[in-house]
């Protein structure tokens, strides 16, 4: 059992190129989220899905876009990288929100 | 806006003590609270959760007291172990879809 499985782990990219970071969950979890986490600080939520279809904005949305075609894929993508994109990216799944949520192992995303 | 936050940044105790972490949290609609603990390099792991109508629950050497009225959080751990030694953080959910996190705390065991 994989459970959550985030790629690529490294990634470094330019200011002003794209890219989509990687989620997939074999659980049949129904709600998914992303959250980002800058040194030394808690866990921001950027967007999250109740459900495959249905996707909503976060705490800290600007700048990335996701979609759920899929009960176990939930990627999100840059879309114009950023210096203060530069982060932890992190891959959240659970039943339900209110619920423990498993989470990936990250992806350490540098963009010069 | 609502925030969880942390008394401690960095928590120093010595091998087979007790540890508490403490949180503070500012939404009295919060229904829902986590801990989490985050080892170097690694994603947030669940330690134990509850919900707003229960005080305490216990896991296994881990507790977690839940204080309504000041809006408080705290994870006991009994015997504090080396493989203890992690950043521990506490989450809550307003009975929305979103989960809050705090700033963590570094627990830190002495051998």
């Known amino acids: 059992n994989a459970g959550v499985t985030q790629t690529p782990k490294f990634q470094v990219l330019k200011t002003g190129q794209s890219m989509t970071l990687q989620c997939a969950q074999d659980?049949?979890?129904?709600?998914m989220s992303w959250y980002r986490q800058d040194p030394g600080m808690g866990l921001r939520l950027i967007h999250y899905s109740v459900g495959a279809g249905i996707t909503d904005q976060g705490e800290v949305p600007n700048g990335y876009n996701v979609s759920r075609s899929t009960t176990e894929d939930f990627p999100l993508r840059l879309l114009s990288a950023a210096p203060s994109q530069t982060s932890v990216y992190f891959c959240a799944s659970s039943y339900g929100p209110t619920g423990p949520q498993h989470f990936g192992d990250g992806t350490r995303l540098s963009i010069l | 806006g609502e925030s969880v936050g942390l008394h401690l940044p960095t928590l120093s105790v010595q091998e087979g003590d007790n540890s508490i972490i403490n949180c503070a949290y500012s939404n009295s609609a919060s229904d829902y609270f986590i801990w989490y603990k985050q080892e170097s390099g690694k994603g947030p792991q669940f330690i134990i959760d509850i919900r707003s109508n229960m005080d305490k629950r216990q896991g296994q050497r881990v507790t977690v007291l839940l204080n309504k009225t000041v809006k408080h959080l705290s994870l006991q751990i009994a015997a504090t172990q080396p493989g203890d030694s992690a950043v521990y953080f506490c989450a809550e959910n307003n009975a929305g879809n979103m989960l809050t996190f705090g700033g963590g705390t570094r627990l830190m065991v002495k051998p």
């Open positions: 659980m049949n979890h129904e709600y």
